[in-house]
């Protein structure tokens, strides 16, 4: 096995059949999501959940979130509806099982959902108050700095052993004998 | 901690969708966006929770032998502990200065999920002589998702002292039992002239009487002499043969190496006693060096350069030459005639006829022999002759030994078994040459005034005559080999390749006179 850092894959939105065909769990919660989709759409909603369910046997989790997402605001969901709210929830279901099959634990999953639900709410209720563009940016902000801070906290981690390019200058050699 | 492709696409979908929820004022775009990026710092955050646990990892190098000789194999273990189990793969691999030959594949330890300790061990060599630190080792880590990656330096490298290839181990000896020492002090156990004082004696008659010490004849009111040590030097004339047979062994672990450095203690310890010493190195046509023995550092360090640069001379060639190549001979010819040509073609082709190897004097056959019987006539009753040669021609050495010994000479004799310089013999047959170059040593060591020693690798000594059991074992058989030859003069078996008895023969003795 070569080493997973040095491995340069080049990243494909596509995942493999057969590997979905295990994923019954996954299966319920986008069957959620596509029934979300076709009450929030009709007819026409019909049609956008059976190619959500294509993009879910075809492609990755986040790919076929991002399509979904696309698909109900496309057949005109209000977010305040019955199927949007469904179609939300199947999709975000979506993520969370992919963070679960992931990292192999609930703990993940738990922290995510709740911090989505705590999002969601903060997101309505400061929406009463401020235009969306103020709120949605200052989320997007606060997304950024926690990212940062979360790198910061990994250099501070990592760093007492040194890593990254900070440890390049290891396995030098000494050769103080060459000419003997 | 480095970012995927992953994950630049999903912060792209992510940013897209807020970007467009924002711009439509469409707020379930907007969410997803930002659901999206939730997920994404979701699985930064654990994997940050995770590197913890790698930077923690005891990952560790170490080589089975701390000093190892350039390019010689040296087996590194590479180790990878973990406090608690990774929900990812980890692979730990070691960063090897250039100057160390990175095996292919690359060693590598994978931890996969779970996973809490792995281990492998590989084969590298060094190429450079010096000290070399190995490691330390390197963790590449992913985290579950693909979306991060890591790297976490281990904190332990390894020395490896990488020392050239050299003659080691050095074994000076007879019979497998290695010599304690080999040069001293040079004193004659009398008293005399000199400088070191003894002790005072009463004068007796025929005393010179400026010898008389007066101080001890006033205070002991009667005529005494002051005694000194007699001390003497030891002129040495070192005989170092470099021909081509010399030049069997490993690469810098040849005969003549190690030779060399019997050669070197000689020079040194004639530095450290201020004695006279000179060199004579025997080539295959001849002598290449003859400096009479002198004292003084502007002999030594001539010498010693001498030495140290002796390589093995070419054997001529006796096959027929081929593809207009010409022998040697022919060559020769061609450069006597050429010698008394004043023509300008001749002085044209002069230098190419040049030998690169240069002989102070060419002789036919024996140069050994000769060249210590020329060196005999510049030294003086009583100087030891030091004669480095190899086992391949026991008769030219033992007439050589005895040349040595004329006027006087003392002989110390230095061989170099064959036997220790062939990586392919081994086993019994090994020991049966030895047992063979055994009987020609004590032979030659059996000549009056002459000691003959053998210098091999102390290593390959003890592999091919064994330490304990194989020294009884040699002790026996040298002493049944003894009896055998005995009993073979008189049953008509084959000789042996140094047929030749171990004392001199009066007509040897005849003939040298």
């Known amino acids: 096995m070569s080493s997973p850092a040095a491995t340069a894959e080049l990243y494909s939105p596509a995942e493999r059949l057969e590997a979905r065909s295990h994923r019954v769990a996954e299966l319920v919660i986008t069957s959620v999501a596509v029934a979300g989709v076709a009450v929030a759409g009709g007819r026409l909603g019909v049609v956008a959940g059976v190619a959500l369910l294509a993009c879910w046997l075809y492609l990755r989790a986040e790919v076929t979130f991002v399509v979904g997402a696309v698909l109900v605001a496309g057949v005109g ?12 929830v199947g999709l975000a279901g979506l993520l969370a099982l992919e963070l679960a099959r992931a990292w192999d634990s609930a703990r993940p999953v738990g922290a995510f959902l709740a911090s989505l639900v705590v999002g969601v709410v903060a997101f309505v209720a400061a929406g009463e108050f401020v235009a969306l563009r103020w709120v949605g940016g200052g989320a997007a902000a606060g997304l950024v700095g926690a990212v940062y801070g979360l790198t910061r906290v990994e250099r501070r981690v990592a760093g007492h052993r040194g890593s990254g390019a900070e440890a390049a200058g290891a396995g030098q050699s000494e050769q103080e004998g060459a000419e003997q | 901690m480095r970012v995927t492709r992953r994950f630049w696409v999903v912060l792209g979908f992510a940013g897209a969708l807020v970007g467009v929820g924002l711009v439509a004022v469409d707020p379930l775009l907007a969410g997803a966006g930002l659901t999206l990026g939730l997920w994404l710092v979701a699985y930064q955050a654990w994997f940050v929770r995770t590197v913890g646990t790698v930077a923690a990892a005891d990952l560790t190098v170490e080589p089975v032998r701390a000093r190892v000789a350039v390019d010689a194999p040296v087996v590194v273990r590479l180790r990878a502990r973990l406090e608690s189990a990774l929900p990812y793969a980890l692979s730990v691999t070691v960063d090897l200065p250039p100057t160390v030959e990175t ?94 004082p003894s002790g005072v004696r009463e004068y007796v008659p025929g005393d010179q009487l400026s010898r008389i010490d007066w101080k001890a004849t006033a205070r002991l009111n009667h005529p005494h002499l002051r005694e000194f040590d007699v001390r003497t030097t030891h002129e040495t004339a070192l005989v170092v043969d470099h021909r081509a047979s010399t030049g069997a062994g490993r ?46 550092v502007e002999q030594y360090d001539p010498i010693r350069r001498v030495v140290e640069r002796l390589t093995p001379t070419t054997a001529e060639p006796t096959a027929t030459p081929v593809d207009g190549l010409v022998a040697p001979s022919r060559a020769r ?30 002789l036919g056959d024996r140069p050994l022999f000769r060249t210590v019987q020329a060196a005999r006539a510049a030294l003086g009753s009583g100087a030891w002759t030091v004669i480095l040669t190899d086992d391949t021609r026991p008769r030219e050495t033992r007439e050589a030994a005895r040349m040595a010994t004329r006027n006087g000479g003392n002989v110390l004799v230095f061989l170099t078994p064959s036997v220790f310089y062939d990586p392919e013999s081994v086993g019994e047959a090994a020991f049966e040459r030895y047992l063979t170059f055994e009987e020609f040593r004590r032979s030659l060591a059996a000549v009056d005034r002459v000691s003959a020693f053998e210098v091999a690798p102390g290593d390959r000594l003890a592999a091919v005559v064994g330490r304990e059991a194989g020294s009884r074992r040699h002790a026996r058989s040298v002493a049944g080999t003894g009896q055998q030859r005995a009993a073979g003069d008189t049953g008509g078996q084959e000789p042996l390749a140094y047929s030749e008895s171990p004392r001199p023969t009066v007509d040897e003795e005849a003939t040298d006179e």
């Open chain 2, 333 to 362: 010819a061609v450069a006597t005639r050429l010698q008394g040509d004043p023509s300008a073609f001749a002085r044209t082709l002069r230098p190419y006829f040049d030998a690169s190897e240069q002989y102070v004097r060419r």
């Open chain 2, 251 to 296: 690469e810098r672990e040849t005969k003549l190496d190690y030779l060399r450095e019997v050669a070197l203690a000689f020079v040194n310890a004639a530095d450290e006693h201020n004695d006279p010493i000179g060199v004579y190195t025997v080539g295959d046509e001849g002598t290449t060096t003859a400096r009479d023995p002198a004292a003084g």
């Open chain 1, 77 to 88: 969901g209000d977010p305040s509806t019955p199927g949007a709210v469904l179609a939300a």
């Open chain 2, 103 to 196: 095996p292919e594949p690359r060693p590598v330890v994978t931890l996969d999920a779970g996973d809490r300790s792995a281990e492998t061990a590989f084969e590298t060599r060094a190429r450079v002589a010096g000290e070399t630190t190995l490691g330390p080792a390197v963790a590449s880590f992913r985290d579950a998702g693909g979306f991060f990656t890591g790297t976490v330096h281990g904190d332990e490298t390894a020395d490896l002292a990488v020392q050239p290839r050299a003659p080691r181990d050095l074994h000076v000896g007879e019979g497998g039992d290695p010599l304690t020492s080999l040069y001293g002090e040079h004193r004659t156990d009398a008293t005399g002239a000199g400088l070191e």
